[in-house]
């Protein structure tokens, strides 16, 4: 069964502040996404990493993949106030001909203090 | 481009009643899923579909809840009867097959959140 963990489960960080959330994954994945969610609201795609040593940024986000470490990470650069969120990596295994499902972790709240 | 629509928004049930949630997805999109999201928690899947069948349906309480998707389009998650502990928010999704760097990306609803008292 695959697992996905996310740490840290919170995050309390003042604006202008770089920090790192981790993703890390227990099986073989053929795609690893990061998703936003604010509360109340749906999940908002952010980046899909599709092999090893890719790297996405947008923004003050940048998201990068170690497929033989099974780690993704999530880097805020000088945060803002508007990142607070909370914040999903979702694993989908290898591709069999048909679409897979998404494993989420438990996510990391995100707050950005002034 | 329409994004996927989940009604109703809100639905506050007793415990032992039954309820219904209804999903239409991106047209055009083969792939629909169901996922549920306690508070504080991830979204779990539920239930997926290929067009009108179930390719994995591992994690759903067979014996409370249901879900069709007739024609391959819009789909229904039903809960009968419902327990305290099925509150929580009901997500669809729904994605393409196909080729390409973000082929198989599941783009999610507004989700409808239940609460069983």
């Known amino acids: 069964e695959l697992k996905v963990e996310q740490n840290p489960l919170f995050l309390s960080m003042q604006e202008g502040k770089n920090y790192t959330i981790y993703c890390n994954y227990s099986?073989?994945?053929?795609?690893l996404y990061w998703y936003r969610q604010d509360p109340g609201k749906s999940l908002e795609s952010l980046f899909v990493?599709?092999?090893?040593?890719a790297v996405k940024q947008e923004g003050r986000l940048m998201a990068s993949l170690d497929t033989k470490a099974r780690l993704s990470t999530l880097h805020i650069t000088a945060a803002v106030h508007d990142l607070s969120a909370t914040y999903f990596c979702?694993?989908?295994?290898?591709?069999?001909?048909?679409?897979?499902?998404?494993?989420f972790g438990t996510g990391t709240r995100l707050q950005v203090t002034l | 481009e329409a994004g996927v629509a989940q009604s109703p928004r809100y639905k506050i049930i007793e415990k032992r009643q039954s309820v219904a949630f209804w999903c239409n997805p991106i047209?055009?999109?083969?792939?629909l899923y169901w996922y549920q999201q306690i508070l504080g928690q991830g979204p779990k899947l539920l239930i997926q579909f290929q067009n009108n069948g179930v390719v994995d349906d591992s994690q759903l309480p067979k014996d409370r809840f249901s879900a069709e998707r007739l024609k391959g389009v819009d789909s229904t998650l039903k809960i009968q009867p419902a327990k305290l502990e099925d509150s929580a928010v009901y997500l669809c999704?729904?994605?393409?097959?196909?080729?390409?760097?973000?082929?198989?990306?599941?783009?999610f609803g507004q989700g409808t959140r239940l609460t069983v008292v």
């Open positions: 979702a694993v989908a295994p290898r591709l069999t001909g048909t679409a897979s499902k998404l494993t």
């Open positions: 047209s055009g999109h083969a792939t």
């Open positions: 990493l599709l092999s090893n040593g």
């Open positions: 099986t073989t994945s053929d795609r």
């Open positions: 999704a729904s994605s393409a097959l196909g080729v390409g760097p973000r082929r198989a990306e599941a783009f």
